[in-house]
């Protein structure tokens, strides 16, 4: 069935959607103030979250995506 394949699919990107949005929204904003009593190459970790934090996560984020959604398909194929 075709709803259990766009349930995972959903799943997915939601969560990690929310993962990219707590690293950049709270690690570089709300969290900044607590995060910033650490130092990352000199730079106050919140800054770094808000400037190359981020982006990191989400070209991680990206690569999982890949992966898993590989396997969210091979595991629905006959489905789809």
Request: glycine share 8%; aromatic share 22%.
């Amino acid at each position: 069935m075709k709803k259990n394949y766009w349930n995972a699919s959903l799943r997915l990107t939601l969560g990690l959607l929310s993962i990219w949005f707590l690293v950049s929204f709270g690690a570089g904003i709300l969290f900044r103030d607590f995060l910033d009593k650490y130092n990352i190459g000199g730079a106050p970790l919140g800054f770094w979250f808000a400037q190359q934090g981020s982006i990191y996560i989400f070209v991680i984020l990206i690569f999982y995506y890949c992966f898993a959604i590989r396997r969210i398909e091979e595991k629905y194929k006959d489905e789809v």
